[in-house]
């Protein structure tokens, strides 16, 4: 009779590992497991996905997010493809404007806030809005004062109090032009603190950098702490205030000899996100951790587990992976943060900041399990 050694294990739990046979495992990872989440010692079931954001529109959530006005009140917002709505208690959505008509539009929104309004635009409308929290949608790149006819972007964040745009749509009619079309490699900032002013040829410390000499387009930007990374097709730029008002940026593209991760390959774009000081993107090489000083890779030890779910459950030209970051709190823990890679079919791979590991998770849905992009779940 053979008897059998009952051993115990305690945590961390290191999550999924897929870079040895199962045969040669120790008892604190596993090749396979669903719908949990580890944290610590911890192994708990995942909560439930809950999804209350019909429009009454029955458009794309392309923009959640929120702000707080010159009043000191806060709002919460939502943009589909063709209205703006507030988030107003009992939950409904009001409509604050209506934006136009984009129906192929299924991109979400760059956005950005500064001095207690929200901005934010799409390439498909190719229009900049902002909304102070009260009175109608206003474009403020247009008309006689910013000298754009129209003047829209892919991705847009806030750095040193300017208002920046990337990928963008131009159709200038100041003195430096006419002009207009498509500028994929083109990075264009407002006067700081005044998103009114933006013709280089009439204000000083407006501007614009176009990145010739990488041959690829940009695909996202992530504002980390006193800095931007412009994502590339293939890397990664770095954006830092130089504090001169006539150049106010200064742009270096990152190297692997620059102690930066090597063989980033090809980015997905809708994997782009971030949370305070840290962001986070899925290229066809691997998954990256990205702060203000490093970018590493996290993919680890359950990298071809993650991969073989990519490979089979994407459609990479109408449903290609979705990144976004969830945060949780209760009381008995505090912060307790995720990276999280959401495919069709259901599938969600979640990264834990805590203990470093990958657990996969099942919804039932065929659609995305996810939020908006860019939302942050408390």
């Not at 203990?355 to 996969?360: A, L, N, Q, V, Y």
Request: net charge negative; glycine share 10%.
């Amino acid at each position: 009779m053979i008897k059998g050694i009952l051993k115990s294990y305690r945590g961390p739990w290191r999550g999924i590992d897929v870079s040895v046979p199962p045969v040669v495992l120790k008892g604190d990872a596993t090749p396979y497991c669903n719908n949990v989440y580890l944290r610590g010692g911890y192994i708990k079931n995942r909560p439930p996905l809950v999804n209350n954001l019909a429009t009454p529109d029955g458009g794309y959530v392309g923009l959640l997010n929120s702000f707080v006005d010159a009043n000191n009140v806060p709002h919460t917002v939502v943009a589909t493809q063709n209205n703006l709505y507030e988030i107003q208690l009992p939950y409904q959505l009001v409509l604050v404007s209506n934006l136009g008509s984009a129906s192929n539009f299924v991109d979400p929104y760059g956005y950005a806030v500064l001095a207690n309004s929200i901005y934010f635009s799409n390439l498909y409308n190719s229009q900049l809005w902002a909304w102070s929290g009260s009175g109608a949608v206003t474009t403020p790149a247009s008309g006689s004062d910013g000298n754009f006819a129209k003047l829209g972007a892919a991705y847009m964040f806030e750095l040193a109090s300017s208002i920046c745009l990337a990928n963008t749509y131009e159709d200038y009619t100041g003195s430096g032009g006419p002009y207009s079309g498509f500028f994929p490699q083109r990075i264009r900032w407002c006067v700081a603190g005044n998103p009114t002013q933006w013709d280089i040829f009439q204000y000083k410390g407006a501007g614009f950098q176009d990145l010739l000499d990488t041959p690829d387009d940009i695909l996202g930007v992530l504002p980390i702490g006193t800095v931007a990374y412009i994502i590339r097709r293939n890397g990664f730029t770095l954006m830092t205030p130089t504090g001169v008002g006539d150049q106010p940026f200064n742009f270096n593209h990152l190297w692997s000899g620059d102690g930066y991760a090597s063989g980033t390959g090809n980015i997905f774009a809708h994997t782009i996100d971030s949370f305070g000081s840290i962001g986070c993107c899925v290229s066809d090489e691997d998954i990256f951790a990205i702060t203000v000083s490093s970018i590493e890779p996290i993919g680890g030890i359950a990298k071809y587990a993650i991969y073989n779910d990519i490979n089979t459950n994407s459609d990479y030209s109408n449903f290609p992976p979705i990144g976004y970051f969830l945060s949780r709190f209760n009381y008995r823990e505090s912060l307790y943060l995720t990276y999280n890679i959401a495919l069709v079919n259901g599938i969600v791979w979640t990264y834990s900041f805590d203990d470093k590991s990958w657990t996969k998770h099942t919804y039932p849905s065929t659609g995305f399990p996810c939020p908006p992009k860019g939302v942050i779940i408390g």
